[in-house]
DNA sequence: TTGATTGTTACCGG
DNA sequence: TCCGGTAACAATCA
């Protein structure tokens, strides 16, 4: 579900939405019992989002990691508060709104020590203020990985899914079995802002709108929702119409047009 | 029931 | 050390 735009999406709607009071805290199936213990009572004091994790800071200096992984899902409630749908690992409840997280690959509290060791891991992400390119350029242009496998390493861009590499690489005609240290300044460069830019709107709309740069600006009935992909999962090529081809790489499928991203 | 999935980690071998 | 491949884990839905 999540790539890095729903999870910056989600850091500033439950920081709206809970920050400054004091919560309840629970894990209805009885998982993460004693985190809940640790966090409940507490107030939630500010939410990070860092790629595709979410750091919850709470009083008394205790840190919530979160991790939606493939599966995990936020369902945000008003009162009267459901009784919990599927595995609900946390449910938080305030005065106003109450929100329960299924599915989760990650859900604990972690020390400060715990935190730095997880955002070292983790490389520049485009939609933060301290995103560094040249940490990018140097990961990229010196790797002879496929720009296709290093895009979904969170440690060289921290927030890139699956969907966004097929379709930036797409944008910018570069093949993804291209190997990083075969690809210039220049074309890391477009790489990292035309990230920043998609990005950006999937946090806006709350979903991924790849538009063709020929489209930007024009009136939004050109940006409707069949329109939102231009090469994941889709048949045939949005500028020339070749077959679109899939393939297995880094594990997931990728997406390219054998006529507009040459080798 | 089966297959697929907007993810990550650990481990092994080259 | 880098890099690719595989398995395991998480949960839901068509």
Avoid at 185 to 211: D, F, P, T
Wanted: hydrophobic letters at 35%; proline letters at 5%; one cysteine or more.
């Amino acid at each position: 579900m999540p790539e890095g735009h729903t999870i910056h999406r989600l850091a500033r709607d439950h920081h709206r939405d809970f920050a400054g009071e004091r919560l309840t805290v629970s894990s209805p199936q009885g998982r993460f019992v004693d985190g809940a213990k640790l966090l409940t009572g507490r107030t939630l004091k500010s939410v990070e989002a860092h790629g595709k994790h979410l750091f919850y800071n709470w009083s008394a200096g205790k840190t919530l990691h979160v991790h939606l992984g493939l599966y995990g899902k936020f369902r945000l409630h008003r009162p009267p508060i459901p009784e919990p749908r599927g595995q609900v690992r946390l449910r938080v409840v305030g005065s106003e709104k109450a929100f329960d997280l299924n599915g989760p690959n990650t859900c604990r509290v972690i020390t400060a020590k715990e935190r730095a060791a997880v955002q070292a891991r983790l490389g520049a992400d485009p939609l933060r203020d301290d995103g560094d390119f040249e940490q990018v350029w140097s990961r990229i242009g010196s790797s002879r990985a496929a720009i296709g496998t290093l895009l979904l390493n969170q440690s060289v861009i921290a927030g890139v899914g699956n969907i966004y590499r097929s379709e930036v690489l797409h944008l910018l005609g570069i093949h993804p079995e291209t190997p990083g240290q075969s690809l210039d300044r220049q074309q890391i460069n477009s790489l990292w802002s035309e990230l920043k830019a998609l990005l950006e709107i999937g946090v806006k709309y709350n979903r991924i709108i790849i538009a063709e740069p020929s489209e930007i600006g024009k009136p939004r009935s050109r940006m409707n929702r069949d329109e939102r992909l231009l090469v994941y999962k889709q048949p045939v090529c949005s500028r020339c119409d070749t077959e679109i081809e899939d393939w297995l790489l880094g594990g997931r499928r990728v997406f390219a047009c054998p006529k507009c991203q040459l080798r």
